[in-house]
């Protein structure tokens, strides 16, 4: 196995660890562990997590571009890997409010779509890499959660102005959000279109 699927498998790995971290326990667990110090750093550790996976995102591709390492198993599994760890942040950030939801569910529903056509291609013995599109929007993805996991850390009990801080934070974080869900739909659009005859009735 080459070092761009040791890359992305490491991500697979990061998602089951970011949702450690990210995810709200059980009302038992969250009262046992209330005001701990593992409740503190938890949505740091969460933040580090996301950011080193979505390192692994962009490393792993660029190594496997510059050293002509790419390969079906990469093509398949690399999305794969991606789509996991942009739905575990969202589901993680629907505590925070119900427009993640409404992400997180248009963002699936593409993916849902767009995993089925890889699977028929794969069935026909074609397999498709992501479009620049897909790309952009998965760029669009990682800046807004990032930027909104780090408006969840902002200290606002030590100073009031960092209540104004957090606020633009979260703003901003909401226009990029926006902006991704409406590369998600326009890219889905797109991927369904340029790969239309995938999903050609065969003529017998």
């Known amino acids: 196995m080459n070092l761009p699927n040791k890359l992305t498998i490491t991500r697979l790995i990061l998602v089951a660890v970011f949702a450690v971290f990210a ?48 390969t079906d ?17 969202l589901l993680a950030l629907c505590n925070v409010s119900l427009m993640y939801l409404w992400a997180a569910l248009i963002i699936l529903a593409r993916e849902f779509v767009v995993s089925g056509i890889r699977m028929l291609a794969a069935s026909k013995g074609t397999v498709i890499a992501a479009g620049k599109l897909g790309k952009l929007k998965m760029i669009f993805q990682t800046i807004a959660i990032i930027t909104i ?51 050609s009735i065969d003529k017998k």
């Open 23 to 70: 995810f709200p326990y059980p009302d038992v667990m969250e009262n046992f562990i209330d005001g701990t110090f593992f409740d503190i750093i938890r949505p740091y550790i969460a933040l580090i997590v996301y950011i080193v996976a979505s390192i692994t995102d962009a490393v792993d591709g660029h190594i496997a571009r510059r050293d002509n390492l790419i």
């Open 73 to 89: 198993f990469g093509k398949f599994l690399d999305p794969i890997a991606d789509k996991l760890l942009v739905s575990a942040a």
């Open 149 to 199: 996991l780090v408006a969840g850390i902002v200290p606002t009990g030590l100073w009031s102005g960092f209540e104004i801080i957090q606020e633009i934070i979260y703003i901003l974080g909401n226009i990029v959000m926006v902006a991704a869900v409406l590369l998600t739909i326009i890219s889905g659009v797109e991927y369904v279109i340029k790969n239309k005859e995938v999903l």
